[in-house]
């Protein structure tokens, strides 16, 4: 688990566990979010996850399990690493084995993501553990990097990366390019989706811009889009009005082998009554009143 120091040291570099993101190759963060966090724009969750709470939790525990299935011995790297050529390069990893010149991560995952771990004693991790063995590759320069794994608490694994000097190379270029021509000049990279150009850009202001030629293109894609999207509801709408239909006071459908295929049942949700509170206990609504602040984006189709 990182100290307070380490998290704020981590602002000034680009670390591990932040490479595959820059790749586009992160389940959990988009090159802009690394960008906002870099910046300070947004910050990182204090509220660590089950899933990496636990993953701190028994660190140690799989450490000292490798170490007795392979009978190598692994040290705490306690220091933040840098790389001398590339500073912007820096490392927490943790474990180093000093007479293998190694290092050493350990993982746990769920059981629901066993097969994207593939062959033992091979490379044949998720992309996003390999961008990160890649790059404590680069910073550290060991001639391999161990993963341990443990799979749904119980199933132990351990993966290998060998050097690979062409994917190292890389991403060194993707970090430079993120770390210069975007972090450094405060320029965002390019965003593909709408929560990331809200994220960037909270607050309008009223000006006008003239769409460019490229844009028009956009927009005449969002309009097919959007229309396509209602016709496609309205026609799921009427298929489900049929199958509904069909099955009146029926609650399950089964096709000519007698499996499910879909049920309507009944089913109970209790939900706040708002209009109610408003009107009985005004005070109280005025309390619990919470008011945000969003952009929303409209379009006016011209024909």
Same mark, same amino acid.
């Given at each position: 688990?990182?100290?307070?120091?380490?998290?704020?040291?981590?602002?000034?570099?680009?670390?591990?566990?932040?490479?595959?993101?820059?790749?586009?190759?992160?389940?959990?963060?988009?090159?802009?979010?690394?960008?906002?966090?870099?910046?300070?724009?947004?910050?990182?969750?204090?509220?660590?996850?089950?899933?990496?709470?636990?993953?701190?939790?028994?660190?140690?525990?799989?450490?000292?399990?490798?170490?007795?299935r392979q009978g190598k011995k692994l040290i705490i790297e306690p220091n933040l690493l840098r790389h001398?050529?590339?500073?912007?390069?820096?490392?927490?990893?943790?474990?180093?084995?000093?007479?293998?010149?190694?290092?050493?991560?350990?993982?746990?995952?769920?059981?629901?993501?066993?097969?994207?771990?593939?062959?033992?004693?091979?490379?044949?991790?998720?992309?996003?553990?390999?961008?990160?063995?890649?790059?404590?590759?680069?910073?550290?320069?060991?001639?391999?990097?161990?993963?341990?794994?443990?799979?749904?608490?119980?199933?132990?694994?351990?993966?290998?990366?060998?050097?690979?000097?062409?994917?190292?190379?890389?991403?060194?270029?993707?970090?430079?390019?993120?770390?210069?021509?975007?972090?450094?000049?405060?320029?965002?990279?390019?965003?593909?989706?709408?929560?990331?150009?809200?994220?960037?850009?909270?607050?309008?202001?009223?000006?006008?811009?003239?769409?460019?030629?490229?844009?028009?293109?956009?927009?005449?894609?969002?309009? $097919?889009?959007?229309?396509?999207?209602?016709?496609?509801?309205?026609?799921?709408? $009427?298929?489900k009005a049929k199958l509904c239909e069909f099955l009146q006071d029926s609650s399950i459908l089964i096709?000519?082998?007698?499996?499910?295929?879909?049920?309507?049942?009944?089913?109970?949700?209790?939900?706040?009554?708002?209009?109610?509170?408003?009107?009985?206990?005004?005070?109280?609504?005025?309390?619990?009143?919470?008011?945000?602040?969003?952009?929303?984006?409209?379009?006016?189709?011209?024909?």
């Amino acid at each position: 688990m990182l100290t307070a120091e380490q998290k704020e040291l981590r602002k000034t570099g680009i670390g591990g566990s932040d490479a595959a993101a820059i790749a586009g190759e992160s389940r959990y963060k988009t090159p802009i979010d690394l960008y906002m966090q870099k910046l300070g724009i947004a910050e990182e969750s204090n509220e660590e996850s089950e899933a990496a709470y636990w993953g701190s939790v028994l660190e140690p525990v799989i450490a000292r399990e490798f170490e007795l299935r392979q009978g190598k011995k692994l040290i705490i790297e306690p220091n933040l690493l840098r790389h001398e050529k590339y500073p912007w390069m820096i490392a927490n990893i943790d474990r180093f084995m000093p007479e293998e010149n190694a290092v050493w991560e350990g993982k746990t995952c769920n059981q629901y993501k066993t097969s994207e771990w593939g062959e033992e004693f091979t490379d044949q991790m998720p992309n996003e553990y390999l961008l990160q063995c890649a790059h404590y590759g680069v910073v550290k320069n060991p001639s391999v990097v161990y993963v341990s794994v443990l799979i749904g608490g119980q199933n132990f694994k351990n993966y290998i990366y060998e050097r690979n000097k062409e994917l190292e190379q890389n991403l060194i270029e993707l970090e430079h390019d993120f770390w210069h021509n975007h972090y450094l000049k405060k320029i965002p990279p390019d965003a593909n989706f709408y929560k990331e150009v809200s994220k960037l850009w909270c607050t309008g202001t009223d000006t006008t811009k003239t769409v460019s030629n490229e844009l028009i293109n956009h927009y005449n894609s969002y309009i $097919f889009c959007r229309n396509k999207i209602k016709e496609l509801e309205e026609q799921q709408d $009427f298929d489900k009005a049929k199958l509904c239909e069909f099955l009146q006071d029926s609650s399950i459908l089964i096709n000519d082998k007698g499996l499910s295929i879909a049920t309507w049942k009944n089913q109970k949700n209790s939900r706040l009554d708002i209009e109610r509170l408003k009107e009985t206990h005004p005070e109280i609504y005025k309390q619990l009143l919470k008011t945000t602040e969003s952009r929303v984006f409209r379009i006016k189709e011209f024909k």
